[in-house]
């Protein structure tokens, strides 16, 4: 949504006219956040639908937020959440390194470095803490942390130590690899 965007210009919009311009404005972000959190193309789109579903069911309180996409990233949150959760039970495997391999072989040569280091990111990332892993990600898409407080539903203290935290625990994994 658009900063100027009132909670009555968004009461006056359907709910529906609202959830999808929600939904299409903040695709990019959440499929980043599902990319962090699963390698399983299909298990992400199961995920990205129980994330839509759950929307629709919150459409009315998401329309009547304070902070629209920080409610919706609090959605995602607690998605991916059952989801890691469901995974650890029945310990899902991640993605094969052979095959991330060939994924960086099939890039174009100029890309190849760029995309390494996007996968030594990805990989440093998914082997953070959940605590850590979900802070991260909610500021690599540019949440400030007033706004990670909210999603995380925790002080806004807690969220620039838990980022400190997962900044020096990202930085030593990267080096590690």
Not at 23 to 48: H, M, N, V
Not at 55 to 62: G, I, T, V
Not at 73 to 85: E, G, K, P, S, Y
Not at 111 to 121: A, T
């Amino acid at each position: 949504m658009t900063a100027t965007t009132t909670t009555a210009d968004r009461q006056a919009q359907s709910a529906e006219q609202f959830l999808l311009q929600l939904w299409q404005q903040q695709q990019g972000a959440i499929g980043r956040t599902l990319l962090a959190c699963e390698a399983d193309a299909a298990a992400r789109q199961d995920l990205k639908q129980d994330i839509y579903l759950a929307l629709h069911q919150s459409a009315a309180r998401l329309q009547a937020a304070e902070n629209p996409r920080a409610y919706l990233f609090r959605i995602v949150h607690n998605v991916t959440v059952d989801h890691i959760a469901r995974a650890q039970k029945h310990k899902w495997q991640p993605l094969d390194e052979e095959i991330q391999a060939q994924l960086v072989d099939d890039c174009p040569s100029g890309q190849i470095g760029e995309q390494q280091q996007n996968n030594r990111l990805l990989r440093a990332v998914r082997q953070l803490s959940a605590a850590n892993r979900q802070v991260i990600l909610l500021a690599m898409e540019d949440m400030d942390a007033v706004e990670i407080a909210q999603v995380l539903q925790i002080s806004h203290g807690a969220v620039r130590v838990r980022l400190n935290r997962a900044k020096t625990e990202l930085m030593e994994l990267m080096q590690d690899e």
